[in-house]
């Protein structure tokens, strides 16, 4: 009969429904982990700052920062302004 059918598909479906619903949480632990590698701040948690100089931009090479520039370096905690003196 019709409901004996359905009464053996049962268990299938909610093995099936199981199988998705943990195969998505696996999907979010991952992109959850994605989104840690990728926040801007990781860097700043472990121990490393990013210096800018007055326009906003990220310096990446002491050229970028010659005597006189002020910078602004972020840190974990807050951020710092400084004025350079010079550079080697």
């Not at 009464?7 to 998705?20: G, H, K, N, S």
């Not at 910078?71 to 302004?81: A, E, H, N, S």
């Amino acid at each position: 009969t019709m409901s004996e059918k359905l009464a053996m598909l049962a268990p299938r479906l909610q093995q099936a429904a199981f199988q998705i619903l943990q195969a998505r949480e696996r999907e979010l632990v991952n992109l959850k982990n994605l989104l840690r590698t990728l926040n801007p701040d990781a860097p700043l948690q472990r121990g490393y700052s990013i210096t800018y100089d007055a326009s906003g931009q990220l310096l990446r090479s002491i050229n970028e920062a010659p005597a006189g520039a002020i910078l602004t370096t972020r840190l974990m905690d807050g951020q710092i302004t400084s004025k350079v003196v010079g550079n080697e």
